[in-house]
């Protein structure tokens, strides 16, 4: 029997949930949602992060595509990557939707 191949669906959503898993990039992400348009200035302001590590966060972000935007320090200007998003939202509510747990086996 072969072995099975990973879907790119499967893939995408295992790199949106790496992207997730920090507690500051939610907050980065929350932040970014709640603006009625992109955000301009110092994100390190407006969250408990260092400058130093704000730009790690974004990347990782930016990478993964749930945010778009341009670094010129001081100042960042993001936005949360709207097509993206709607993938991200899709891939997740239907892997949770289709993961069924026995709770008979506690």
Not at 22 to 31: D, E, K, Y
Request: aromatic share 6%.
């Amino acid at each position: 029997m072969a072995k099975k191949e990973l879907t790119k669906e499967q893939e995408q959503l295992a790199r949106f949930a790496k992207a997730l898993g920090h507690p500051i990039r939610i907050a980065i992400l929350q932040m970014l949602a709640n603006q009625s348009c992109c955000f301009h200035g110092d994100m390190s302001e407006v969250l408990p992060i260092a400058k130093s590590t704000l730009s790690q966060h974004l990347n990782e972000l930016k990478d993964a595509g749930l945010i778009q935007g341009t670094i010129t320090p001081p100042t960042v200007k993001y936005c949360i990557n709207l097509e993206n998003w709607t993938v991200a939202q899709t891939l997740f509510s239907a892997f949770l939707k289709d993961v069924e747990l026995d709770t008979e086996c506690s």
